[in-house]
């Protein structure tokens, strides 16, 4: 879902900001310890690959994904100054919470579900771990918190997203505005001068 909230702000910042004053601002985007988020991502994604093939990857995979968590928490906490980053710091921090409270693991509505594809249900249903995602029960700490809202068409891409998503999503989203814009009012104060 990350991936979402970038993808929407940096078209609606383009579109604000204009293109060239869109690109430069991103281009000139530093925060601290910004090189760490990829690192985290690919880490997951190694999990993610690896964890089905190697029981003992699949035995710590919960914690593998609170250490990622806590670092990334981490990262955002360095940057709690930047324009929207407390909301992306309390969007992941309720995402950590209920992993934290599932055993490393993000419970998943199995009727918010089923607009994902079959055989994902099917995994959740049969207890298989998918991702860092499991199948939300009535023994699940905090279920509200889970991934339990459907998101389908018109929405191009189907998933099931929390409330931490959503809140994380509107950080992000403030941020890319507020540097994208900053870029478009400094350039036109300097060519009114």
């Known amino acids: 879902m990350v991936i979402d909230g970038i993808v929407i702000g940096i078209i609606v910042g383009l579109i604000r900001a204009g293109f060239k004053n869109g690109f430069m601002a991103l ?49 955002l906490w360095l940057n709690r ?3 929207g980053f407390w909301y992306i710091f309390i ?5 950590f919470l209920v992993m934290v409270l599932n055993g490393g693991r ?25 991702t860092k995602h499991v199948m939300l029960s009535e023994s699940t700490h905090l279920a509200f918190l ?9 929405y191009p891409r189907t998933q099931v997203i929390s409330i931490g998503d959503i809140v994380m999503n509107i950080g992000i989203f403030i941020y890319l505005q507020k540097i994208m814009l900053v870029e478009k009012y400094r350039t036109s104060t300097l060519e009114a001068q």
């Open 27 to 75: 281009s000139n985007v530093r925060i601290k310890g910004g090189l760490i988020f990829p690192i985290l991502l690919l880490l997951q994604f190694v999990m993610f690959y690896y964890q089905d093939r190697w029981d003992i990857l699949n035995q710590i995979s919960g914690s593998y994904f609170m250490v990622i968590y806590v670092v990334g928490l981490y990262v």
């Open 81 to 83: 100054n930047e324009p």
């Open 91 to 95: 969007g992941v921090g309720l995402n």
């Open 106 to 130: 993000m419970p998943v509505s199995l009727e918010a579900a089923k607009v994902l594809d079959p055989v994902y249900i099917e995994m959740l249903k049969n207890g298989v771990t998918v």
């Open 146 to 154: 889970g991934d339990i809202i459907p998101i389908a068409p018109p």
